[in-house]
């Protein structure tokens, strides 16, 4: 590996850090039991797994966020419109297909979050079932 390489993966991973201690977050963020992803569309156990592995820390549990702070989306879809529903199920399948999530610094701290190409095609297999079967429950609107 390039020296210039390894610096750049080594200050992204101390930024990372610093913004852990800079930003500490709430250790149990509310969670409504109805209205998580799991209730709303039914989630097979490989994606469920990709999820718990690779994307919950984020998506769910707040654990790390962005300078923006992430939509944890795994906790709150069934507050969502069918719309919005529809539009995230798609750029979930995209956003995994084209390895661009997780980020590239969290895939570094946690090499086990990374998708091989089975989890890819389990993703994308079960976005296109849960936009084309009907919502379990109402959002609540
Ligand atoms: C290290 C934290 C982290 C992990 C892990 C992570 N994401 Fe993200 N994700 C983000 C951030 C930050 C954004 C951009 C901010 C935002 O809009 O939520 C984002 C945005 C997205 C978006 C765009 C829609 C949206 O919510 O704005 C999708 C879809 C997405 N992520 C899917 C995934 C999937 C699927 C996984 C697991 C395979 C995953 N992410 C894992 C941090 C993460």
């Not at 944890?72 to 507050?79: H, L, P, Q, T, V």
């Not at 610094?105 to 086990?112: E, I, V």
């Not at 998708?115 to 936009?131: G, I, K, M, Y």
């Amino acid at each position: 590996m390039k020296p210039r390489i390894l610096w750049t993966l080594l200050i992204v991973a101390g930024l990372l850090m610093v913004i852990q201690l800079v930003r500490p977050l709430k250790q149990n963020p509310s969670i409504n039991p109805r209205i998580e992803l799991s209730a709303v569309h039914p989630v097979n156990p490989e994606v469920s797994g990709v999820l718990q592995r690779s994307c919950n820390d984020c998506h769910a549990s707040g654990v790390y966020r962005g300078p923006d702070g992430v939509r944890r989306w795994c906790r709150e879809w069934g507050s969502y419109t069918p719309d919005r529903s529809q539009k995230l199920l798609r750029e979930i399948c995209t956003e995994v297909k084209e390895g661009e999530m997780p980020g590239a610094a969290y895939k570094l701290m946690h090499p086990s979050a990374k998708l091989s190409p089975a989890d890819v095609q389990s993703v994308c297999r079960w976005t296109q079932t849960a936009s084309s079967s009907p919502v379990t429950i109402g959002g609540e609107e």
